[in-house]
């Protein structure tokens, strides 16, 4: 069970990939409306990285849709409202601020699989399950995220409570863009770097003179990264002048930025700091 959605007057819904990937193999998804009507909806795609899906619904007339916000517009304090269906509780709704912006957490998704939430609204507004996939608004009403996880403390007996105060949302604008792309497509295409990196240990870090980054493994021929100039044994050291201290940096970009897109990538190659301009190009 978990929240949704209507983000286009056709009634398509958006919602979190966890909520429904138990029926993405031929099971069946209903929904239940605020109003009290209930139908069974098409699930028109979904996406494990984000965490997000999109379903369907035939209906005879459109329905009414959430406004969309902006992520430039968010801020740290401000007021917001998260609404969903909280262990069932239908129509519920909860009020806190804004805690913090830019957060990168790692969520399950199913039994094998994990999400990277990028760049993450958190809040302190309560969400408990069965809010995943449901609204965080700002006070006008617009949606600015997408209610998806939980901090929670595990109590003696190794079974995780409930809202601690600390949930997290992913913002609206990657939301938006990924919940296009599912229902123009289908599916997310997203860019890539064509390179393999791991993180310095900080004995290495310390051998190649440096405080951290991250080494490159390989070089895909031909590949944007080989484009750049970048070469195998290179040290990527910033990615637009953030630290590369993981490859989280290097998903976070993957997931925020598309095909075209260009990255300021500083390395270090034999002792000599250089920067080149690395742009994203499309999975083959």
Same mark, same amino acid.
């Given at each position: ?8 007057? $056709? ?5 979190? #990939? ?5 029926? $993405? ?18 699930? =028109? ?5 984000? !965490? ?19 992520? !430039? ?6 007021? =917001? ?23 990168? =957490? ?6 094998? /699989? ?8 958190? /809040? ?6 069965? #809010? ?48 296009? @792309?599912?229902? !123009? ?26 405080? #951290? ?17 970048? @070469? ?14 993981? #490859?989280?940096?290097?998903? $976070? ?8 897109? /260009? ?13 080149? /301009? ?7």
């Amino acid at each position: 069970m978990g929240s949704g959605v209507i983000v286009r007057k $056709e009634v398509y819904i958006m919602t979190n #990939n966890h909520v429904i990937a138990a029926a $993405e193999n031929g099971g069946t998804i209903d929904v239940l409306f605020s109003d009290g009507r209930s139908s069974e909806v098409e699930l =028109v795609g979904l996406d494990p990285k984000s !965490d997000l899906a999109v379903l369907k619904m035939t209906a005879e007339k459109d329905l009414p849709t959430v406004e969309l916000g902006k992520s !430039d517009d968010v801020r740290v304090g401000q007021p =917001v409202v998260a609404l969903g269906a909280p262990l069932g509780l239908s129509s519920t709704v909860t009020a806190g601020i804004i805690s913090a912006l830019g957060r990168n =957490v790692p969520v399950p998704v199913d039994e094998d /699989t994990t999400a990277m939430l990028v760049g993450a609204i958190q /809040t302190d507004a309560s969400i408990n399950p069965g #809010n995943s996939g449901g609204a965080l608004v700002d006070c006008s009403g617009k949606l600015i995220g997408i209610n998806t996880a939980i901090a929670t403390i595990p109590n003696d007996l190794q079974v995780a409570s409930g809202s601690v105060g600390i949930g997290f949302a992913v913002p609206i604008d990657l939301a938006a863009r990924i919940t296009g @792309q599912l229902i !123009d497509t289908g599916t997310v295409a997203y860019p890539y770097f064509g390179l393999s990196a791991v993180p310095l240990p900080p004995r290495a870090a310390e051998l190649f003179g440096v405080d #951290n980054g991250l080494y490159l493994q390989s070089v895909a021929p031909g590949g944007p990264a080989a484009q750049a100039g970048l @070469q195998p044994s290179d040290i990527v050291t910033l990615l637009d002048n953030r630290p590369a201290t993981s #490859n989280a940096v290097l998903a $976070e970009v993957t997931l925020t930025r598309k095909a075209g897109d /260009t990255v300021e990538v500083t390395y270090v190659r034999a002792g000599k700091t250089s920067t080149t /301009t690395l742009t994203l190009g499309a999975i083959p």
